[in-house]
């Protein structure tokens, strides 16, 4: 009962903050533990923190729901559900030591896994927010349902705290895969790995998680299989390649999802990183000649690129070509931002972008009429 009256006043105490913020228009930044700052705009305006909003609500392992504040530290929540042999199986990437869950539902970014299990958006079952206004509003429930007109419980992931600050959120979990491999394939063109995941992906495998990059001048592929026992060893046995040690290669599967792989730490000196987000039939893209790349994931749905700003508008129009988009994900440097208005023009050129803006803008002068909420994330995030 402590507890849950700290927790009260906590929120109140957001809640009337964002009131006062509200009516003479102060701009607020939301913020957890600030591991993704670097990503879009520099943002402006008095910090709000969710820190004090922390701890599981409720968690009912038989019944795979787990309620949390916002902001909880990822790690714990984790370090909480595998005690009991479950997981976030779209492995949230943990791009700071103290990421908190408020701050992976408000980024929307999910790991190596999320093209076989879905988005941080497909496990968020209802969530409680504090809008623009300062009103405390709970969207969706504990369970999965059918639901009229927005579900924005899940539009909320992704927002980057643009429409409201999450105070706690409803999650489905899942239980730990019971049989594990990655298999490697070396001297695999990129073209090959591609025809190979779409092949592989249309077929009764229990594929999770594909890793491409170049090593050494030479093609590697990466896959990981995930599921029963019998299912695992039935594909390795099938997909050939060379089978790796679980323990060995889990350091590798963790770097990957929080980006911390060599490939990424060894970034060229005023190359930024780039994020192409294309369908993963999408044939191998000829990138500008100044560009390094690509490291692909999600089956080939997700190429990461390095390159300089100046090449912001060739990889749009590569992206855009193939029915994707580019973002600009991190700066040259830490004194740099990752926004790019040549690119967002780009992106707001076609029918889709401006679409896509339009409702931006709709959905904030709904949630935050008077604007101050993470002002500016929008005009970055595509």
């Known amino acids: 009962m402590q507890a849950m009256d700290s927790a009260t006043r906590q929120i109140n105490q957001l809640s009337e903050r964002i009131r006062a913020a509200a009516s003479d228009r102060t701009p607020l930044r939301?913020?957890?533990?600030?591991?993704?700052?670097?990503?879009?705009?520099?943002?402006?305006?008095?910090?709000?923190?969710?820190?004090?909003?922390?701890?599981?609500?409720?968690?009912e392992p038989s019944e795979l729901v787990v309620t949390v504040r916002a902001g909880t530290p990822l790690a714990e929540l984790e370090a909480d559900l595998a005690a009991q042999g479950q997981c976030l199986a779209f492995e949230p990437p943990?791009?700071?030591?103290?990421?908190?869950?408020?701050?992976?539902?408000?980024?929307?970014?999910?790991?190596?896994?999320?093209?076989?299990?879905?988005?941080?958006?497909?496990?968020?079952?209802?969530?409680e927010m504090i809008n623009g206004q300062g009103e405390l509003l709970r969207y969706g429930g504990q369970v999965m349902?059918?639901?009229?007109?927005?579900?924005?419980?899940?539009?909320?992931?992704?927002?980057?705290?643009?429409l409201g600050l999450i105070t706690e959120v409803s999650l489905k979990v899942l239980p730990m895969a019971p049989a594990e491999?990655?298999?490697?394939?070396?001297?695999?063109?990129q073209a090959q790995a591609l025809e190979w995941l779409n092949r592989w992906g249309g077929q009764p495998l229990p594929l999770n998680a594909s890793n491409w990059l170049q090593e050494d001048g030479k093609?590697?592929?990466?896959?990981?299989?995930?599921g029963a026992r019998a299912a695992v060893?039935?594909?390795?046995?099938?997909?050939g390649g060379k089978r790796l040690d679980n323990d060995a290669v889990a350091a590798d599967w963790s770097a990957s999802?929080?980006?911390?792989?060599?490939?990424?730490?060894?970034?060229?000196?005023?190359?930024?990183?780039?994020?192409?987000?294309?369908?993963?039939?999408?044939?191998?893209?000829?990138?500008?000649?100044d560009a390094i790349g690509p490291l692909i994931d999600w089956h080939g749905a997700q190429r990461w690129v390095q390159a300089p700003r100046s090449v912001a508008a060739a990889l749009q129009q590569?992206?855009?070509?193939?029915?994707?988009?580019?973002?600009?994900?991190?700066?040259?440097?830490?004194?740099?931002?990752?926004?790019?208005?040549?690119?967002?023009?780009?992106?707001?050129?076609?029918?889709?972008?401006?679409?896509?803006?339009?409702?931006h803008a709709r959905l904030k002068q709904a949630f935050d009429p008077a604007g101050i909420l993470n002002v500016g994330r929008l005009s970055a995030h595509w």
């Open 318 to 359: 590569l992206a855009q070509a193939a029915g994707g988009a580019a973002s600009l994900f991190r700066a040259e440097d830490a004194s740099q931002t990752s926004a790019h208005s040549d690119l967002d023009a780009h992106a707001q050129a076609s029918p889709a972008g401006r679409t896509s803006a339009q409702l």
């Open 219 to 226: 093609g590697t592929l990466y896959l990981r299989l995930r």
């Open 257 to 289: 999802r929080n980006l911390n792989l060599p490939w990424f730490q060894q970034r060229a000196a005023g190359h930024c990183l780039w994020r192409l987000s294309v369908p993963a039939t999408t044939a191998p893209l000829q990138l500008p000649g």
């Open 233 to 239: 060893q039935a594909a390795t046995l099938r997909l």
């Open 181 to 189: 491999a990655t298999l490697r394939f070396d001297d695999c063109s």
């Open 94 to 127: 943990h791009l700071g030591a103290d990421s908190t869950v408020g701050g992976m539902v408000a980024a929307g970014l999910s790991g190596p896994s999320r093209a076989s299990v879905g988005a941080v958006r497909d496990f968020v079952l209802g969530l």
């Open 30 to 59: 939301i913020c957890g533990a600030g591991s993704k700052d670097f990503y879009g705009l520099r943002l402006l305006g008095e910090p709000l923190s969710t820190r004090a909003l922390s701890g599981i609500v409720s968690y």
């Open 145 to 162: 349902k059918n639901v009229a007109g927005y579900d924005v419980s899940r539009l909320m992931a992704g927002s980057w705290g643009t």
